[in-house]
């Protein structure tokens, strides 16, 4: 059997058992009226104006941006250290070493060149 | 039965057992939890329920169970109900992923089988448990969105930017133990570390003093500490947990959530918890592993010492010893997880983003890179 049925089929059953574990609340749980002050988003004691909640720092999405770029850049990484060390039994250590030591000579310059234009700066 | 009927049952088998073992565990760390922080704050801790209070998970989950359905009024009703559920499945996945002990073969007349304790063996293991484990911030984002309150949104979003941020450094730390092993597969790495520690000198290998096990932590013991912390903070945990931090966001993006959707959400983090402990013990502890304890010398003190004349029962029970070395390690990183919980206090987030970003990725780097020019000056 190949292991990606066997991934999909432990994912349902993970998925089935939570889905019947928030069913079984709705099912045994006691039923009580349901009055708006109730169903308010918890605040101490306030009334919540509802364009508070959509708002977002974009300081959030810039890190989401750089986290990509560099998750990018360290999976090419992993490949290459796969094959490391066969490629030094072949005699090839320096020709391995030094394409990636490019590869992360741009990837330190584009680390340095974020902390210098403040993009992880937080207050 | 047929052969396919039989490979089908025993890999559900397996699935349930993994499931449930590792379902079974959460109460049980939750004790250890309790009981530990009263230990170390020098009270008694829950004491009335059962022995030890061991049976307070047990009444908290029948009182879970019978709390009101409650759903925040503004709230995404799909979001909010689809987070919790979510939230269970990175933690079995990836767990199912890891070589749990060593096979055991079941023979008799006419048949022999030998069942790998593994529910799924992947060649790209390693890869496969990094992608599915940072699946456990859309349960947070959704969680955050879905309950249309301000103190469960910015919760959520500490969360995710937390955790995406450690996730570089863990990612990369973890280039360094690839570089030593050169395999993505789980078996091969814990094989690769049985063997007795060795160090090259002036181009001379020497064995150093041989009980010693080539254990991941004794090549890379930075890779180790950078990867030890990236995943307290890709838990939540303590000196990490800003999405909860109670002072500021009342209790992060669960603020909304009540009994069993938030027993969930401690189901789904203590099994991360779990993951990034077999994960340490795998790649820097030898696994299942021990030095002086081989399968053959185990084998044989049972058939030689304790005199049991059975083939599979000698197989089963090397299983188990296996088993119970490597659920032993993960035990500990547990209780180190509980420890640095009641001993550490929480960072500033400013203090958290510097030492994710401007720490501990240049250190990873670091690693790397003396990894990397170590095994070409080493010639491999």
């Not at chain 2, 938030?262 to 789904?268: A, P």
């Not at chain 2, 987030?349 to 401007?358: A, F, H, P, R």
């Not at chain 2, 890179?369 to 010639?379: D, E, H, I, P, Q």
Request: aromatic residues 16%; hydrophobic residues 55%.
């Amino acid at each position: 059997m190949s292991p990606l049925v066997s991934i999909v089929v432990l994912s349902v059953i993970v998925l089935t058992f939570g889905a019947l574990l928030v069913a079984l609340t709705s099912l045994i749980g006691p039923k009580t009226e349901q009055s708006k002050a109730k169903q308010m988003a918890y605040e101490c004691g306030l009334n919540v104006p509802e364009s508070e909640v959509s708002k977002v720092p974009v300081k959030f999405y810039l890190t989401a941006i750089l986290f990509i770029l560099f998750d990018i850049e360290i999976i090419f990484m992993y490949p290459w250290a796969l094959v490391y060390k066969d490629f030094i039994t072949e005699g090839k250590g320096l020709y391995i070493f030094f394409s990636m030591a490019v590869f992360l000579v741009i990837f330190v310059f584009g680390l340095l060149w974020e902390i210098k234009s403040n993009a992880l700066e937080w207050e | 039965m047929n052969q396919d009927a039989f490979v089908v049952t025993v890999n559900l088998i397996k699935m349930a057992v993994i499931f449930l073992l590792m379902v079974q565990l959460v109460p049980i760390l939750v004790w250890v939890e309790r009981r530990g922080s009263a230990f170390i704050q020098n009270r008694f801790g829950p004491n009335r329920v059962g022995p030890l209070g061991l049976l307070q998970l047990l009444a908290d989950a029948v009182k879970f169970a019978f709390k009101e359905e409650f759903t925040p009024g503004k709230g995404h009703k799909a979001f909010f109900y689809m987070a919790p559920i979510i939230a269970l499945l990175p933690g079995v996945l990836a767990f199912g992923s890891i070589p749990l002990s060593i096979p055991f073969t079941l023979s008799g007349d006419g048949y022999s089988h030998t069942f790998a304790t593994q529910v799924f063996d992947l060649g790209i293991g390693i890869v496969f448990v990094l992608g599915v484990s940072s699946l456990a911030a859309y349960a947070l984002l959704l969680a955050g969105w879905g309950s249309a309150n301000k103190f469960s949104l910015f919760g959520a979003l500490r969360a995710s930017a937390q955790m995406i941020s450690y996730e570089l450094a863990l990612g990369l730390s973890l280039v360094g133990i690839l570089l030593c092993f050169g395999t993505f597969n789980f078996s091969e790495m814990i094989a690769a570390q049985e063997v007795p520690l060795t160090f090259f000198l002036f181009g001379k290998e020497y064995t150093f003093l041989s009980f010693l096990p080539a254990w991941g932590i004794f090549y890379q013991p930075l890779g180790a500490l950078l990867f030890f912390v990236s995943v307290f903070a890709e838990t939540n945990r303590l000196p990490f947990d800003l999405p909860e931090a109670e002072a500021e966001l009342v209790a992060g993006y669960h603020t909304e959530y009540g009994g069993l959707k938030m027993l969930m959400f401690y189901i789904g983090e203590y099994g991360h918890m779990m993951v990034a402990s077999a994960l340490m013990a795998t790649f820097y502890f030898g696994g299942y592993t021990f030095p002086g304890l081989t399968v053959v010398g185990v084998q044989e003190f049972f058939s030689g010492t304790l005199q049991i004349e059975s083939a599979n029962l000698i197989s089963i029970f090397t299983m188990l010893v296996f088993h119970v070395v490597l659920m032993t390690k993960i035990l500990i990183f547990l209780w180190i997880f509980v420890w640095v919980r009641w001993t550490l206090p929480r960072f500033r987030y400013d203090q958290l983003m510097d030492l994710g970003w401007k720490t501990m990725l240049p250190w990873a780097i670091f690693n790397t890179v003396l990894t990397a020019v170590f095994l070409l000056l080493r010639g491999v």
